[in-house]
């Protein structure tokens, strides 16, 4: 059963930092692209960050510039989302993806506060 499993969310205060962990499980292979997406309630979602397993290029959205950071785990298939410097409106349920593979995760929820 293929899945990706996420962790790490939860309650910040403002300027505060936080990491989110997604693993893909039951899968062979590569991802190719695992990214991570948000939705605030009353938003459509928008793209976070994404990376290129193998080479390792990143993508950022304009709004987490310069203060999230994406990379790769150990473990194939993993990745992480370093958040610092927490705003408010950072505050949304943060999916996992790897989207050219159509898997994703149920969320976790980063409130920031």
């Known amino acids: 059963h293929v899945q990706l499993v996420e962790s790490g969310g939860g309650s910040v205060e403002s300027g505060g930092s936080m990491r989110l962990s997604c693993e893909l499980t039951?899968?062979?292979?590569?991802?190719?692209?695992m990214g991570w997406f948000r939705q605030a309630p009353g938003k459509e979602r928008e793209g976070v960050a994404a990376?290129?397993?193998?080479?390792?290029?990143?993508f950022y959205g304009a709004s987490v510039k310069d203060r999230f950071i994406i990379s790769r785990g150990s473990a194939e298939n993993t990745v992480y989302l370093q958040m610092n410097s927490l705003k408010s409106e950072d505050t949304a349920l943060y999916y996992c993806?790897?989207?050219?593979?159509?898997?994703w995760g149920q969320g976790t929820q980063v409130t920031v506060s």
């Open positions: 990376i290129v397993m193998s080479g390792g290029y990143t």
């Open positions: 993806a790897a989207p050219t593979r159509g898997y």
């Open positions: 039951g899968f062979s292979g590569s991802s190719h692209l």
